[in-house]
């Protein structure tokens, strides 16, 4: 296992294509204003490991962050994204990355390693984005991981409400859109492998749903740190609801599954 390195540094320009094919995976039109929406710098930026630089779970096996040791299973639990302006389109724009903080605890299943990962987006001289994920990373083995409750219940009626209808479609198009590998989102043996019972809906996507509540009636993220968790793996193709926070959309907003169950949960604060 190679040793992470201390930063990694991507710089390129914020071109439209990727956000179009975002929105086309939305179901929406492009942007039109010169300026990425907000969240959307996860489709920019990314990493692009080489194929021998990958693990068989799909991940890399060094970078940042780098695993533990080999076998464990990498689950996505949240972050905090603090949106200082938005990013320019065909503009160049620089991100640094390094992991912030790792922690050892043990769990029902063996060895937890948590690790999170701060990203920082320049444009030109000035801070546009600070981005940090919190990533977990799980025993080796097939023993089954915890799964949202089936909750069998309507899902509340609130102020804002976002509908995405998730397949295995769409599944391959945001892991192609975000290049990102890991087996789990559309090899249903390799999520059944790591305890799942059906393909993974990816954590930032349904975190991505949580900000488009806000951005699509009228609320900026620009300003304020929108924080997002991932409460439990949602699994199985099926419509996928985001609605506001119990207080109001100013405040945040969940997400459920089709049956009721709370998946994910984010919070908007100023930054």
Sequence with gaps: MTAAPETVTRTEVISLEPSASLAALLDIGAPTDGLLPELWHWVHLLA????SQLAADGHPDSGIPAPPGPGRRRMFAGGRVTTLRRLRIGTEATLVSQVASTAEKRGRSGPLTFVTVRNEIRQGDELAVVDEQ???????GTQPLPAAACADAPIPARSHRL?????????????????N?????????WARHEGYGGLVIHGP???LLMGEVARR?????????????????LTQPQVVT???????????????GS??????TSTLMPA
Excluded: C, K, M
């Excluded at 692009?48 to 194929?51: D, G, M, N, S, W």
């Excluded at 919190?134 to 080796?140: F, G």
């Excluded at 590998?181 to 043996?189: E, F, P, S, T």
């Design 205 to 207: 996507l349904q975190a």
């Design 163 to 179: 509908d995405l209808a998730v397949d295995e479609r769409l599944l391959f198009r945001f892991s192609a859109v975000t290049f």
């Design 259 to 264: 049956a009721g169950h709370l998946t994910a």
């Design 134 to 140: 919190d990533i977990v990373y799980r025993a080796e």
């Design 242 to 256: 985001a609605v506001t926070a119990e207080s109001g959309i100013q405040a945040g907003a969940q997400v459920f």
């Design 217 to 233: 009636n009228g609320v900026s993220l620009v300003g304020r740190e929108f924080a997002y968790r991932l409460v439990a793996p």
């Design 48 to 51: 692009r490991p080489r194929e």
């Design 181 to 189: 590998a890991h087996r789990i989102h559309y090899d249903l043996g």
